[in-house]
């Protein structure tokens, strides 16, 4: 089974999603996540889903839900790179992705995670 890639940069955990996400990849890369963030001690998470063209009500969920698996481990999670297209299908679902911060790019991702961090 393939896997997305999990970077580590500093304290924080970098995934970018380059390939088309199916049920059973985003499930585990929702497991492969909270496992680094606990080994690693992250405490920022950056999802780029630049790459995404579409997200299903499930991938919404996961998305959802991993970020919410994230806090409890003590790492904020930002959603970066979000296309239009995939922002309109979100709203049209219904998804509102509670918990989950977006910023345009990886480069403003870091900065938000950096602000908040130092807090």
Same mark, same amino acid.
């Not at 393939?2 to 380059?18: A, C, D, M, N, S």
């Not at 970020?67 to 509102?96: C, F, H, K, S, Y």
């Given at each position: /089974?393939? $896997?997305?890639?999990?970077?580590?940069?500093? $304290? #924080?955990?970098?995934?970018?999603?380059? #390939?088309? /996400?199916?049920?059973?990849?985003?499930?585990?890369?929702?497991?492969?996540?909270?496992?680094?963030?606990?080994?690693?001690?992250? &405490?920022? #998470?950056?999802?780029?889903?630049?790459?995404?063209?579409?997200?299903?009500?499930?991938?919404?969920?996961?998305?959802? &839900? *991993?970020?919410? @698996?994230?806090?409890?481990?003590?790492?904020? *999670?930002?959603? @970066? %790179? /979000?296309?239009?297209? #995939?922002?309109?299908?979100?709203?049209?679902? %219904?998804?509102?992705?509670? %918990? @989950? $911060? *977006?910023?345009? &790019?990886?480069?403003?991702? /870091?900065?938000?995670?950096?602000?908040?961090?130092?807090?």
């Amino acid at each position: /089974m393939e $896997k997305i890639p999990i970077l580590r940069i500093g $304290k #924080v955990l970098l995934v970018t999603i380059q #390939v088309d /996400m199916h049920d059973r990849l985003a499930l585990a890369l929702q497991e492969d996540l909270s496992e680094r963030i606990v080994r690693d001690e992250a &405490n920022g #998470v950056i999802i780029d889903i630049s790459a995404l063209d579409i997200v299903d009500s499930f991938i919404g969920r996961v998305l959802s &839900n *991993t970020a919410a @698996v994230a806090r409890i481990l003590d790492a904020e *999670t930002i959603v @970066v %790179g /979000m296309q239009p297209a #995939v922002a309109i299908t979100l709203v049209e679902l %219904g998804l509102n992705l509670t %918990g @989950v $911060k *977006t910023a345009l &790019n990886v480069e403003l991702g /870091m900065a938000m995670l950096s602000r908040r961090l130092r807090s």
